[in-house]
């Protein structure tokens, strides 16, 4: 059984940040809970508005929430309706004061949650799952992104038997630490099943503090170009060598006479018999 690590949580403390941020020793199931609820609630509730993340900082009196969105005009609501009764419904959840911050997404393709939701919509929308899939790495790749991995499973295409197919470009290091990878999942909810989508999101390297070298970092910076092998190992065959007879025997093929000279001449042997007459042979 494959035993896969979640990258944002293997990498929290080392160049990401938790999502909730409290400590309560004494009623800490009884937090976590709620952090549960509320994250479930939101979800929800703002399904339709390209949520990203939630995160959560609170303490015995107050509570403050953090949406990242896509679409902050439909989280925010008319003059700001949809924010008060948000907040309305989570101080009748938790009984503390709330403080609820929208922030905006700025580059959606290269959020790693949103790419599979928007490739999920498309497989709801009964849209081919290979021009999705394909879709999305392109346009993260020139979103800046340093490598994209997408996969998908189920019941694809309607087929009987679920299967996997997967689609990547550029590098997607998952043991650096150093590499900043964001993992986004989500289910499509089709006719035929659920078919999940996962998607990994390579934006850059975050080095230490002090580092004098090159920029990793730079998202922005266009990503080097894909090399993909021209049949097998280079332009003239495999490891460069011309065809399957190698480099030693000139362009002329194999059994023909050489360009530019005579034919090598027969063994004595072999001369002495072609001389003799039919019987003497």
């Known amino acids: 059984m494959g035993q896969k690590v979640h990258p944002e949580a ?26 549960v609820r509320i994250r479930e609630h939101i979800v929800r509730k703002l399904a339709h508005a390209g949520l990203s993340d939630i ?39 938790t009984s503390k004061q709330i403080k609820v911050n929208i922030l ?16 999920a919509e498309q497989l709801q929308n009964r849209v081919a799952f290979r021009r999705a899939m394909k879709r999305a790495l392109t346009s993260a790749m020139r979103s800046g992104a340093k490598g994209v991995k997408v996969q998908v499973a189920g019941r694809l ?24 990878i964001d993992y986004g999942f989500y289910e499509a909810r089709t006719t035929f099943g659920r078919i999940g989508v996962k998607c990994w999101v390579n934006k850059g390297e975050i080095m230490p503090e002090g580092y004098t070298g090159s920029d990793l970092t730079d998202i922005t910076a266009p990503a080097a170009p894909s090399t993909e092998r021209d049949g097998r190992g280079g332009p003239n065959g495999r490891d460069g060598r011309r065809g399957r007879g190698g480099g030693r ?4 093929g194999r059994g023909q006479q050489p360009a530019g000279g ?6 004595s042997g072999d001369a002495d018999r072609a001389g003799r007459p039919e019987g003497q042979r």
């Open 157 to 180: 295409g309607g087929a009987e038997m679920a299967r996997t197919e997967s689609y990547s470009d550029g590098r997607v290091p998952l043991h650096t630490m150093r590499a900043d």
């Open 262 to 267: 005579s034919a090598r001449p027969a063994p």
């Open 104 to 119: 905006e997404i700025k580059r959606p393709e290269l959020n790693a949650s949103l790419v599979a939701q928007s490739i």
């Open 55 to 93: 995160t959560i900082r609170k303490d015995s009196a107050e509570l403050e929430i953090n949406i990242h969105t896509a679409r902050p005009g439909i989280v925010i609501g008319k003059s700001g309706s949809e924010v008060d009764a948000l907040r309305r419904e989570l101080h009748r959840m």
């Open 10 to 35: 293997m990498r929290v403390g080392y160049i990401h940040d938790w999502k909730s941020n409290w400590f309560n020793d004494r009623n800490f199931a009884e937090y976590l809970a709620e952090d």
């Open 249 to 252: 025997r000139g362009s002329s």
